[in-house]
């Protein structure tokens, strides 16, 4: 599959490289092609253009900007190459200012998630949320003592979850779909909890597990 990522950053190569290694062909999208010279050496088989360009490529996308700069990087890929096509929202709705005893600022509500105010900017895009509960390090082929993580996802494409759903079976996740678009108001703020054993003891390596 021709897999489009929007972004040039930690998230984007890890994704980029675990695509390549089950045999899709990642383009990376990006305002400066230059800085992805260096990876690309590194992982022939992968390609980089603008944003438009990665959005046009893919029939899979994947969203992995800044949070505050989500929808300007959608704007940027163009809204006729998003329509009708499954979109990974890996993003997280991270504010500028700096986390308080380990908690980060966001700068969405409970109320209204990133995703929800995308989905609505561009209804044609099948967005998905996933992998943005975990650090870029364990997005592909996860290894914990405890066993195999749980992916939460939503997104109000059944379609759309069915493709991400065996992306991440394949990348050695187990998924659970919490529903539509709406959400992500939930999932989102997994990262924060995420990053807290992070900032306040330098722990980033974790995941989470449903039990049931
Ligand atoms: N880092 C992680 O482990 C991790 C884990 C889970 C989820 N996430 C989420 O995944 C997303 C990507 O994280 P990251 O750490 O890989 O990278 P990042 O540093 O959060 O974002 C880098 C990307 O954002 C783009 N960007 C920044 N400002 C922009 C602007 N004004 N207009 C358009 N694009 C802009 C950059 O574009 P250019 O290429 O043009 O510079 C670059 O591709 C974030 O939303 C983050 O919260 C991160």
Excluded: Y
């Excluded at 290894?143 to 759309?160: N, Y």
């Amino acid at each position: 599959m021709k897999v489009g990522i929007l972004g040039s950053g930690a998230v984007a190569k890890a994704l980029g490289k675990g695509f390549l290694a089950h045999g899709h062909e990642p383009m990376l999208g990006t305002r400066d092609r230059a800085r992805l010279e260096g990876w690309l050496a590194e992982n022939p088989g992968s390609t980089a253009g603008s944003f438009a360009d990665a959005a046009r490529f893919g029939e899979l996308l994947v969203l992995a900007v800044k949070g505050t700069a989500a929808a300007d990087a959608l704007r940027a890929a163009g809204a006729a190459n998003l329509a009708g096509k499954p979109v990974i929202d890996a993003t997280n709705p991270i504010a500028d200012a700096p986390p308080v005893n380990g908690v980060l600022k966001f700068f969405t509500t409970l109320d209204e998630s990133l995703m929800e105010r995308l989905q609505r900017e561009f209804p044609d895009a099948r967005l998905v949320k996933a992998f943005n509960s975990v650090g870029n390090a364990s997005m592909v082929s996860p290894a914990f003592t405890g066993g195999k993580p749980t992916m939460f996802i939503c997104g109000s494409d059944e379609g759309a979850k069915k493709t991400v759903t065996g992306i991440l079976d394949r990348f050695g996740w187990e998924t659970a779909d919490m529903g539509a678009v709406e959400a992500a108001r939930a999932i989102e703020p997994l990262c924060m909890l995420w990053c807290i054993p992070g900032f306040l003891r330098q722990d980033w390596v974790h995941a989470f597990k449903l039990l049931r």
